[in-house]
T-cell receptor, first 114, second 116 residues
Framework: AQSVSQHNHHVILSEAASLELGCNYS??????LFWYVQYPGQHLQLLLK??????LVKGIKGFEAEFIKSKFSFNLRKPSVQWSDTAEYFC????????????FGKGTRLHILP | EAQVTQNPRYLITVTGKKLTVTCSQN?????MSWYRQDPGLGLRQIYY???????DKGDVPEGYKVSRKEKRNFPLILESPSPNQTSLYFC???????????????FGSGTQLSVL
């Protein structure tokens, strides 16, 4: 079965630092990839998604992610974080040729110091 | 307003007392799903539904039941809750079900369940 690994469980950065959160998945076929964000006390919201085409995907709030098929990776990046980016971030994968499950990673808690 | 509505928002119950968490979406979405969120484990899929009368097990279906009699509703049923089902539950829906869940998931606000 497909799985998703997020390497960092807890990340602490200062404002204006650059961010990269790792995400790897384990399925060799066609995948749809997502990053979701959960702000404190709120439900998950979509940051960005990749289905096909340009492997560099731009999302909301200045986030972007790059799909590297050879590495089975979909890392999330932001060049300069803000205090308001403090949240938990989830990578997710769906394998449309396999089933209709959406598998989430365990999440990365991001804490931005003002 | 397009939304996924879950009720109740908070629920405290005792072991063995049957409960239902309701979920309703007003977007005519085909795909609906239930997740539980636990610290350190992220979101794990309990059940999902591709359309009316079509449901499938996710990764952690034990102890749960669902039904999809209408397109808009997807209730989660705990016939005999146990303390290990204490968790934060999210319902979600998505438009596209053919060829995979290609559209984004819309999440409800969550139900915090405590089983004593």
């Amino acid at each position: 079965a497909q799985s998703v690994s997020q390497h960092n469980h807890h990340v602490i950065l200062s404002e204006a630092a650059s961010l990269e959160l790792g995400c790897n998945y384990s399925y060799g076929g066609t995948v749809n990839l997502f990053w979701y964000v959960q702000y404190p006390g709120q439900h998950l919201q979509l940051l960005l998604k990749y289905f096909s085409g340009d492997p560099l995907v731009k999302g909301i709030k200045g986030f972007e992610a790059e799909f590297i098929k050879s590495k089975f990776s979909f890392n999330l990046r932001k060049p300069s974080v803000q205090w308001s980016d403090t949240a938990e971030y989830f990578c997710a994968v769906n394998a449309p040729g396999r089933d209709d499950k959406i598998i989430f990673g365990k999440g990365t808690r991001l804490h931005i110091l003002p | 307003e397009a939304q996924v509505t879950q009720n109740p928002r908070y629920l405290i119950t005792v072991t063995g007392k049957k409960l239902t968490v309701t979920c309703s979406q007003n977007m005519n979405h085909e795909y609906m799903s239930w997740y539980r969120q636990d610290p350190g484990l992220g979101l794990r899929q309990i059940y999902y539904s591709m359309n009316v009368e079509v449901t499938d097990k996710g990764d952690v279906p034990e102890g749960y039941k669902v039904s999809r009699k209408e397109k808009r509703n997807f209730p989660l049923i705990l016939e005999s809750p146990s303390p290990n089902q204490t968790s934060l539950y999210f319902c979600a829906s998505s438009l596209d079900s053919t060829g995979g869940v290609g559209e984004k998931l819309f999440f409800g606000s969550g139900t915090q369940l405590s089983v004593l």
